[in-house]
């Protein structure tokens, strides 16, 4: 039971860690649109 706990854990913190990434590009990528307008 533990170990599967850990193991969904590990999983959380990867999307996290994914979605954070994901959403900095978005931020970037928007800051760009609004240097070349």
Do not use: I, P, S
Request: glycine content about 2%.
């Amino acid at each position: 039971m533990d170990l599967l706990l850990r193991r969904q854990d590990g999983k959380r913190k990867r999307t996290e860690k994914a979605f954070k990434f994901l959403y900095k590009n978005e931020v970037e990528m928007a800051e760009a649109e609004l240097h070349t307008l």
